[in-house]
């Protein structure tokens, strides 16, 4: 099945973040954090993720936004170097391929429902893709309904179940083609 197209209007701008965008990107965080607090969810709290977590991303070069008509409206880490928890997966991922993972994905609260978590990802894909990667893998908490109503639209596909600290977590993949 072919994803769908993801439309938004505005101009919109994928790019690494920078020291400056830490603020917009910490409230954006915050915002998404008491949002799950407040449904009960428990894959972020309140020490996770935070300006710390957002300062490391920029600075090993993983931090990127999207913006939309020169705001921020949506911070994700895209790494392209593994995912060390990715290792030990309870199941069997689609491909051994070289692969992108998103982490501390958000969009922020005025812009929920405007199809940008799907155009960000998308964004990241094509991104990925344009670097040669062949494979998308993400993980989410299994009371994350938001993402996992996402990644069905963006047809992942449902690989097994990962283990962190904090609690085991699905785990997708996509293949790139």
């Excluded at 936004?65 to 949506?74: F, P, Q, S």
């Amino acid at each position: 099945m072919k994803t769908e197209r993801c439309y938004i209007s505005g101009v919109m701008v994928f790019r690494k973040a920078a020291d400056a965008d830490v603020p917009a990107i910490t409230a954006i965080l915050k915002m998404a954090v008491k949002q799950m607090l407040a449904e009960g969810k428990q894959q972020w709290n309140e020490s996770y993720p935070n300006e710390i977590h957002v300062r490391a991303d920029i600075d090993k070069g993983v931090g990127y936004v999207l913006e939309r008509d020169k705001e921020i409206v949506a911070y994700a880490a895209v790494v392209f170097d593994g995912e060390p928890a990715y290792d030990s997966l309870d199941g069997k991922w689609l491909s051994d391929e070289k692969y992108v993972v998103v982490h501390r994905m958000a969009v922020s609260q005025t812009m929920k429902g405007k199809g940008l978590g799907c155009a960000f990802m998308q964004t990241i894909e094509e991104y990925a893709r344009s670097l040669g990667v062949k494979s998308f893998r993400i993980d989410t908490n299994f009371d994350n309904f938001a993402m996992l109503a996402l990644l069905d639209k963006l047809d992942f596909t449902y690989c097994g179940e990962i283990q962190y600290e904090s609690g085991s977590r699905k785990a997708f993949e996509k293949l790139i083609v």
